[in-house]
Nanobody
Framework: QVQLVESEGGLVQPGGSLRLSCAAS????????MGWYRQAPGKQRELVGT???????NYADSVKGRFTIARDSAANTVDLQMNSLKFEDTAVYYC???????????????WGRGTQVTVSS
């Protein structure tokens, strides 16, 4: 069974930094895109950023220049480095990956359970 497991989020002051990690486990052939989404209270889930299997990144305008996504394809992990955090970055952050399981011929979208990031003074 394919799973994505995120590291714990936390409480950070405005202007601070936090790093999230996510690891894919289970039996699968390949991973295409990996990335992060977030959902703030009362809002829809939104893209934070993604990284392709070749390392091409894509970020939401709201996090460009502050957040960085990195990927270790050998370890099947994806990290989200968040700098200059703002109050409005408070949300549950979800890891995402497009994975082809060994018992399937097609790629599916997989999600972590989510981890809370709170920016507060």
């Amino acid at each position: 069974q394919v799973q994505l497991v995120e590291s714990e989020g936390g409480l950070v002051q405005p202007g601070g930094s936090l790093r999230l990690s996510c690891a894919a486990s289970g039996s699968f052939f390949n991973i295409k895109d990996m990335g992060w989404y977030r959902q703030a209270p009362g809002k829809q889930r939104e893209l934070v950023g993604t990284i392709s299997s070749t390392g091409i990144t894509n970020y939401a305008d709201s996090v460009k220049g502050r957040f960085t996504i990195a990927r270790d394809s050998a370890a099947n992990t994806v990290d989200l480095q968040m700098n200059s955090l703002k109050f409005e970055d408070t949300a549950v952050y979800y890891c995402y990956a497009e994975i082809r399981p060994r018992d399937s011929g097609v790629y599916g979208n997989y999600w972590g359970r989510g981890t809370q990031v709170t920016v507060s003074s």
